[in-house]
C-alpha cells in the first residue's frame, strides 16, 4: 500500500470492487512472472533446456493480456476516464500505454529468442535468459505503478458513475480486466501453465513423459523392422517395418482384420515374434518380458477398454500403476488423471462397470496413463463410441502430444486418425501398403477410395 492510498478515502464503492478485480488479475499476473524469474534460473543453474511448451503457454497468457488491452479501438477505459479527471496523469499513462505496445513486441522478440535458443541449445541461453529478465522487471515495474499511482489516484478522483462506465465498456469491448468471457480464457491458459510447471515449481508437473527436449525431440524411438507375427502355422504380420520418433502421433489405419492389434500385442510383448527385430529407445525388445517392456514405458490401451468392470474407478485407475507399487507419488498422479477427465473423479467410487462406453475409454486411458507411459499404444479408441465423444477422445489425444507424449494410434476411422498424425502407416493383411505424413496420406486416392469412402 502506498501512503497516496492510505491517506484518501475511498470515493465509490463500485470502485472498491473494480480495483479489487483489478489488483487481483495483477496477483494472477504476478504469480505468473515470479514463475518466469524460477523457469529461468531453473535453465541456468541445471542446465536444461527450456520447457518450449510451458514458456510459450505464459507468453500467451501475457500477451492475451497485452493483444486485449492494446487491440481497443480506443485506450484503455479506465485511463481514459482517468485522464479527464486527472490532467497531470497524462504523461504517465502515455507511458503505460505505450508500455503495452513494446511489451507486445518483446513478447514477439522473446519467443523468437526461445526457439533459437531451443534449437541451438546451449548456444542461446544467455540471450534468451536475458531477453525474460529484462522483460519480466519491465512488467513488474508497469503493476507497481498502476497499483502504486493509477489505482489510488483513480479511487480518490472516479465517481460511481465513472466506474459503472468502466464496468459498462466490458460487454462491448471485452475488456480484459472485467469481461467474463476473457477472464475464462485467462483461467484456461493459467490452469494449463500451471499443470506444466514441474512439481519441483510448485506445479502439478503433469507431463508424464520425460520431457521431450530439444536433443530428444523427434529421435527414434520405436523402430519396427522386417517384422513377422504368426498364429500357429498363420502368418499374420508380413515383413513389416515402422518406425515411430520421439513426440510424434503415428497412425495405423487398415480395415478389421487387417493385423492392427496383433501388432500392437507384439510390440507390448503380448504376442512373440517370429522374426525381425523391436527396437525401443536403442534396446532390442526380444528378451524383455511385457511387464518389464511397461515398467520401461510401452503402455497399450487394449482394443475394446478392457477395464476391470467390477471393481471401482478408483481401484482401475490404481492398478494401473501397479509397476510402480512404492512409488510414492501415485496419488498425486491419480489427481492429476482426475483434473484431465473430470467425470472420472465425479465418478471415483462407481464400478467401472456402470461407466458409458466413452467413460470407459476415458478410465482405460487414465489406467494406462498411470503407467507414466513414455510410448503410448491406442488401440481403436473410437471404436463404439459416439461422434461427440470421439471427438473428445481424439482431443485428448491431441493434448497428450501437446505435452510431449509419443503416441502410436490404431484405427479403422481412418479420417481422424490421420488428420491427427504426424505421419501415417497403412496396414491391408498384415502387409504395410502406404506411409506417408498424415496429410498425404489423406489426400491419397487409394486412401480416400478404400478408407474415406471417397
Ligand atoms: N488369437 C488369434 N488366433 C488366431 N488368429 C487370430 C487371433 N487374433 C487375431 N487373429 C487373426 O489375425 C488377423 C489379424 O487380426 P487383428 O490383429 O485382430 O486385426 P485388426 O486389429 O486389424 O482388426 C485376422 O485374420 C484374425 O482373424
Ligand atoms: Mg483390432
Same mark, same amino acid.
Given at each position: 500500500m502506498t501512503q497516496e492510498q492510505n491517506q484518501v478515502a475511498p470515493n465509490? =464503492? %463500485?470502485?472498491? /470492487?473494480?480495483? %479489487?478485480?483489478?489488483?487481483?488479475? #495483477? +496477483?494472477g499476473l504476478w504469480r505468473i512472472i515470479d514463475l518466469m524469474d524460477l523457469l529461468e534460473q531453473d535453465m541456468n543453474i541445471n542446465a536444461n533446456p527450456p520447457d518450449e511448451l510451458l514458456f510459450n503457454t505464459i507468453f500467451d497468457y501475457i500477451q #492475451?493480456?497485452? *493483444?486485449?488491452? #492494446?487491440? +481497443?479501438p480506443?485506450?484503455?477505459?479506465?485511463?481514459a476516464v482517468l485522464r479527464e479527471k486527472s490532467p497531470e496523469s497524462g504523461p504517465l499513462l502515455d507511458k503505460l500505454e505505450k508500455g503495452y505496445v513494446i511489451g507486445h513486441e518483446k513478447l514477439l522478440e522473446l519467443r523468437q529468442l526461445l526457439k533459437e535458443c531451443m534449437a541451438n541449445w546451449p548456444n542461446g541461453r544467455e540471450s534468451f535468459g536475458h531477453g525474460l529478465s529484462r522483460f519480466s522487471a519491465a512488467l513488474r515495474k #508497469?503493476?507497481?505503478k498502476e497499483e502504486g499511482v493509477v489505482l489510488p489516484r483513480a479511487r480518490s478522483l472516479l465517481t460511481d458513475e465513472d466506474w459503472n462506465k468502466i464496468v459498462a465498456a466490458r460487454d462491448q469491448q471485452d475488456d480484459p480486466l472485467f469481461g467474463d468471457r476473457v477472464k475464462e480464457e485467462f483461467r484456461d491458459l493459467r490452469l494449463k501453465i500451471i499443470s506444466l510447471t514441474p512439481e519441483r515449481l510448485g506445479g502439478l508437473g503433469l507431463v508424464h513423459t520425460e520431457r521431450v527436449t530439444a536433443h530428444k525431440k523427434g529421435q527414434e524411438l520405436l523402430s519396427i523392422k522386417d517384422l513377422v507375427t504368426s498364429y500357429g502355422q498363420i502368418e499374420v504380420l508380413h515383413n513389416i517395418d515402422i518406425t515411430i520418433n520421439s513426440g510424434e502421433i503415428v497412425s495405423l489405419v487398415g480395415a478389421n482384420g487387417a493385423g492392427k492389434s496383433t501388432l500392437l500385442m507384439t510390440i507390448s510383448g503380448l504376442q512373440p515374434t517370429n522374426k525381425g527385430q523391436i527396437i525401443f529407445d536403442?534396446?532390442? =525388445?526380444? &528378451?524383455?518380458?511385457?511387464d518389464k517392456r511397461v515398467s520401461k514405458g510401452?503402455? +497399450?490401451? @487394449?482394443?475394446?477398454? /478392457?477395464?476391470?468392470?467390477?471393481?471401482?474407478?478408483?481401484? *482401475?485407475?490404481l492398478l494401473g500403476a501397479y509397476t510402480r507399487s512404492k512409488d510414492p507419488s501415485i496419488q498425486d498422479d491419480i489427481e492429476?488423471?482426475?483434473? &484431465?477427465? @473430470?467425470? =472420472? %473423479? +465425479? &465418478? %471415483?467410487?462407481? =464400478?467401472?462397470?456402470e461407466l458409458s462406453g466413452g467413460q470407459q475409454q476415458m478410465l482405460a486411458m487414465g489406467r494406462a496413463l498411470m503407467a507414466r507411459p513414455r510410448l503410448l499404444l491406442l488401440d481403436e479408441p473410437s471404436m463404439g463410441l459416439a461422434p461427440l465423444i470421439i471427438e473428445e477422445i481424439f482431443e485428448i489425444v491431441r493434448e497428450l502430444k501437446d505435452e510431449g507424449m509419443t503416441i502410436f494410434l490404431v484405427e479403422q476411422n481412418a479420417s481422424q486418425a490421420l488428420a491427427l498424425a504426424d505421419r501415417g502407416y497403412v496396414l491391408e493383411t498384415g502387409v504395410v501398403v502406404l506411409q506417408g505424413t498424415g496429410r498425404e496420406l489423406l489426400s491419397n486416392e487409394k486412401v480416400r477410395e478404400a478408407y474415406l469412402g471417397m
Amino acid at each position: 500500500m502506498t501512503q497516496e492510498q492510505n491517506q484518501v478515502a475511498p470515493n465509490s =464503492l %463500485r470502485g472498491e /470492487q473494480v480495483i %479489487r478485480t483489478i489488483v487481483r488479475e #495483477h +496477483q494472477g499476473l504476478w504469480r505468473i512472472i515470479d514463475l518466469m524469474d524460477l523457469l529461468e534460473q531453473d535453465m541456468n543453474i541445471n542446465a536444461n533446456p527450456p520447457d518450449e511448451l510451458l514458456f510459450n503457454t505464459i507468453f500467451d497468457y501475457i500477451q #492475451h493480456f497485452s *493483444n486485449r488491452v #492494446h487491440s +481497443q479501438p480506443t485506450e484503455i477505459r479506465l485511463y481514459a476516464v482517468l485522464r479527464e479527471k486527472s490532467p497531470e496523469s497524462g504523461p504517465l499513462l502515455d507511458k503505460l500505454e505505450k508500455g503495452y505496445v513494446i511489451g507486445h513486441e518483446k513478447l514477439l522478440e522473446l519467443r523468437q529468442l526461445l526457439k533459437e535458443c531451443m534449437a541451438n541449445w546451449p548456444n542461446g541461453r544467455e540471450s534468451f535468459g536475458h531477453g525474460l529478465s529484462r522483460f519480466s522487471a519491465a512488467l513488474r515495474k #508497469h503493476i507497481k505503478k498502476e497499483e502504486g499511482v493509477v489505482l489510488p489516484r483513480a479511487r480518490s478522483l472516479l465517481t460511481d458513475e465513472d466506474w459503472n462506465k468502466i464496468v459498462a465498456a466490458r460487454d462491448q469491448q471485452d475488456d480484459p480486466l472485467f469481461g467474463d468471457r476473457v477472464k475464462e480464457e485467462f483461467r484456461d491458459l493459467r490452469l494449463k501453465i500451471i499443470s506444466l510447471t514441474p512439481e519441483r515449481l510448485g506445479g502439478l508437473g503433469l507431463v508424464h513423459t520425460e520431457r521431450v527436449t530439444a536433443h530428444k525431440k523427434g529421435q527414434e524411438l520405436l523402430s519396427i523392422k522386417d517384422l513377422v507375427t504368426s498364429y500357429g502355422q498363420i502368418e499374420v504380420l508380413h515383413n513389416i517395418d515402422i518406425t515411430i520418433n520421439s513426440g510424434e502421433i503415428v497412425s495405423l489405419v487398415g480395415a478389421n482384420g487387417a493385423g492392427k492389434s496383433t501388432l500392437l500385442m507384439t510390440i507390448s510383448g503380448l504376442q512373440p515374434t517370429n522374426k525381425g527385430q523391436i527396437i525401443f529407445d536403442g534396446e532390442d =525388445l526380444s &528378451k524383455i518380458s511385457a511387464d518389464k517392456r511397461v515398467s520401461k514405458g510401452i503402455v +497399450q490401451v @487394449p482394443e475394446g477398454r /478392457q477395464v476391470f468392470k467390477d471393481m471401482t474407478v478408483y481401484d *482401475n485407475l490404481l492398478l494401473g500403476a501397479y509397476t510402480r507399487s512404492k512409488d510414492p507419488s501415485i496419488q498425486d498422479d491419480i489427481e492429476k488423471i482426475y483434473s &484431465k477427465f @473430470p467425470i =472420472l %473423479r +465425479q &465418478k %471415483r467410487y462407481n =464400478l467401472a462397470g456402470e461407466l458409458s462406453g466413452g467413460q470407459q475409454q476415458m478410465l482405460a486411458m487414465g489406467r494406462a496413463l498411470m503407467a507414466r507411459p513414455r510410448l503410448l499404444l491406442l488401440d481403436e479408441p473410437s471404436m463404439g463410441l459416439a461422434p461427440l465423444i470421439i471427438e473428445e477422445i481424439f482431443e485428448i489425444v491431441r493434448e497428450l502430444k501437446d505435452e510431449g507424449m509419443t503416441i502410436f494410434l490404431v484405427e479403422q476411422n481412418a479420417s481422424q486418425a490421420l488428420a491427427l498424425a504426424d505421419r501415417g502407416y497403412v496396414l491391408e493383411t498384415g502387409v504395410v501398403v502406404l506411409q506417408g505424413t498424415g496429410r498425404e496420406l489423406l489426400s491419397n486416392e487409394k486412401v480416400r477410395e478404400a478408407y474415406l469412402g471417397m
